[in-house]
């Protein structure tokens, strides 16, 4: 029996779905969290073998003592994951350490968790990026702004959605950017790009193939949403683009991926720019996991199939026959408490009835980049979802 360790399998709430796949296919799939085990899911507990709580998931000596427990216990380890962007370089510091091949180490994190280490791998997939420079001091700066002109864009090296992330029009607030940075975050500075982001969503087989496809796009963006405590708007796409699935499948080549699930995001040019014209497909970052939050359901309505599934089946046989049915735009709608809406929860909620596939609270941890009221429904048109979107969003 294969052995698989389950990195945080509580969070995101979903991620029980993936640990119930795994055992169905016949793992032993142990867990490792630092939530008690009385608040743990029915669910998830009967998707573990068995759950190993730690008092905290930051302490690296106490989750290496508990994946060290588990192979006295069980034996050799055959998979360690968490399928979440912020547990990536733990887990791939725990293979590492045991010496578990199944997935990234240590020496592959520059290129997949930097997004300075990530241009050159785009770029032999002959795909274009957007210019960059390292932040340094203000006439630095300055010099590369003088190349692309304002507005820039600054963020994280190393960072995971939208946080620290900032856009700046001038040289004040490059300055001021400057003078208030965190002095222990490394920032790269890009030029701007006027675009919608689409993504390219797939799970990978060991050989680098796509077992699965979808993708999703993005009209507006999350940096806006989380720095202007705006609502959050996303749908997984009827039908994935031609130019995005080439693109996507010629960065899983020029990365090496192999066995995951992944979420690259693009540009998608909306007007003509040194870079490229309208339209055009151009590389933003790679994400070596599952989109986040609610995304696998929202493919599993999108595709009338099951992505958890496929996960697993990819995991244990390195295939998967699940079928996949009728296809749909699926549209999220995350409201941010205390504006002013048109139509209140309730009769937003009677008006999609019938399309609607979820409608929950997000937990506080999701909440600042996608709002904190969530609404997931189905459409076969462009037209109906867009409707639905004015619906959620109107204000007085």
């Known amino acids: 029996m294969k052995n698989f360790v389950f990195i945080s399998p509580n969070f995101p709430t979903n991620y029980w779905k993936f640990c119930r796949e795994l055992k169905n296919n016949g793992l032993r799939v142990l867990g490792i969290g630092d939530q008690p085990y009385h608040e743990l899911s029915e669910e998830l507990l009967d998707s573990l073998d068995e759950y190993y709580k730690v008092s905290n998931m930051e302490n690296y000596d106490e989750v290496y003592r508990a994946v060290a427990f588990f192979i006295s216990k069980y034996g050799r380890i055959d998979w360690i994951e968490s399928n979440n962007e912020y547990w990536l370089e733990r887990d791939a510091m725990l293979r590492t350490d045991f010496h578990i091949l199944s997935g990234w180490q240590v020496e592959d994190l520059e ?6 280490g990530m241009k050159p791998y785009y770029q032999q997939a002959g795909i274009r990026t957007a210019r960059y420079h390292i932040v340094d001091d203000f006439d630095g700066c ?46 790269i500075m890009e030029e701007f790009v006027t675009a919608e982001v689409n993504s390219y969503d797939a799970i990978i087989d060991s ?10 796009v993005t009209p507006n963006s999350i940096m806006d949403i989380v720095n202007n405590n705006d609502n959050s708007l996303y749908y997984i796409v ?12 010629r960065t899983v080549k020029s990365f090496g991926v192999k066995s995951r699930f992944v979420h690259f995001e693009f540009f998608r040019l909306t007007k003509d720019q040194p870079m490229g014209k309208q339209g055009d497909v151009v590389a933003l970052e790679v994400n070596m996991r599952p989109c986040g939050g609610f995304s696998p359901d929202m493919m599993n309505y999108a595709n009338s199939t099951d992505v958890y599934k496929i996960w697993a089946d990819m995991i244990a046989f390195d295939r998967s026959t699940k079928p996949q049915g009728e296809h749909f735009f ?24 019938g399309q609607m596939r ?39």
């Open 207 to 216: 050989e680098g193939n796509p077992i699965f496809e979808t993708g999703n």
């Open 330 to 353: 699926c549209a999220f709608a995350g409201r941010r408490d205390g504006k002013p809406f048109q139509m209140s929860h309730e009769e937003f909620a009677a008006k999609y009835a």
């Open 142 to 187: 300055m010099a590369f702004i003088h190349q692309v002109h304002f507005p820039v864009i600054v963020k994280p090296d190393n960072g995971v959605g939208a946080s620290h992330t900032y856009k700046l029009d001038n040289e004040e607030e490059l300055g001021a950017f400057l003078a208030e940075r965190d002095p222990g975050i490394r920032f």
């Open 358 to 396: 979820m409608m929950e609270r997000i937990p506080e941890a999701l909440s600042g980049a996608m709002g904190n009221q969530m609404y997931v429904a189905n459409f076969p048109t462009e037209e109906e979802m867009n409707q639905f979107y004015s619906d959620a969003v109107r204000c007085w």
């Open 111 to 116: 290129r997949i968790k930097y997004k300075s």
């Open 238 to 249: 009827k039908d994935l683009a031609d130019d995005v699935r080439d693109a996507g499948r």
